[in-house]
């Protein structure tokens, strides 16, 4: 079984920085694309960033600039560094690990999601 674990979430004034992690464990032999989706109250998740196991990244227009995704394939982690932080990047934000190849097969996997609050 694979498991996602976030950290890193908070509240903060808008400006500040927060820096996201997200630690897949399990039996993995290697993950496709890990990514950043968030979602606020009221809204539907969306998607804010993605990197895959080469390293090519691909960011919403809303975060381009201020976020900057990474990720240490050696230890199936996946970082979020979000600078300039806006009241409106107010939600929780999930990972996402698509492909995720184990010895029982591949599938994608979601993490319980972690809050961040921009106050302004």
């Known amino acids: 079984q694979v498991q996602l674990v976030e950290s890193g979430g908070g509240l903060v004034q808008a400006g500040g920085s927060l820096r996201l992690s997200c630690a897949a464990s399990?039996?993995?032999?290697?993950?496709?694309?890990m990514g950043w989706y968030r979602q606020a109250p009221g809204k539907q998740r969306e998607l804010v960033a993605l990197?895959?196991?080469?390293?090519?990244?691909n960011y919403a227009d809303f975060v381009k600039g201020r976020f900057t995704i990474s990720r240490d394939n050696a230890k199936n982690t996946v970082y979020l560094q979000m600078n300039s932080l806006k009241p409106e990047d107010t939600a929780v934000y999930y990972c996402?690990?698509?492909?995720?190849?184990?010895?029982?097969?591949?599938?994608?996997?979601w993490g319980q999601g972690t809050q961040v609050t921009v106050s302004s």
């Open positions: 990197i895959s196991s080469g390293g090519s990244t």
């Open positions: 399990g039996t993995i032999i290697s993950i496709d694309t």
């Open positions: 996402n690990a698509e492909r995720v190849w184990t010895t029982g097969g591949v599938r994608n996997y």
